[in-house]
């Protein structure tokens, strides 16, 4: 039967992914958001980054979320003003 593979994100939070990780999930936007606690989130990512825990599975998702957040909640353009109507344009 066909079986998936895993990839090594633990290994890659400690390493690879490290400075992305802390950048995303440390800089003060995803606290100032009020979704989580930030001391625990800072907790998660410096047990699994010193090797004390694998968090690996809860850090990635909040990795994906912050990402999602940023490109589609915080980059949504703003709706243009409505354009006035006909009486309104002097037409």
């Known amino acids: 039967p066909k079986k998936g593979f895993g990839v090594p994100l633990g ?6 992914l490290r400075e992305l990780s802390s950048d ?3 800089d003060g936007r995803l606290a100032a ?5 930030p001391g625990m989130v800072e907790r998660l990512l410096t047990e699994h980054q010193q090797g004390v825990a ?3 599975d809860q850090l ?3 990795l994906m979320l ?3 957040h940023r490109m589609f909640i915080d980059a949504r353009p703003q709706a243009a003003p409505a354009a006035p109507s006909p009486v309104e344009a002097g037409v």
């Open 33 to 37: 958001r009020g979704y989580f606690k």
């Open 66 to 68: 912050e990402s999602w």
């Open 54 to 56: 694998a968090w690996q």
């Open 11 to 16: 290994s890659w939070l400690r390493h690879e």
């Open 24 to 26: 995303l999930l440390l």
């Open 60 to 62: 990635w998702s909040l």
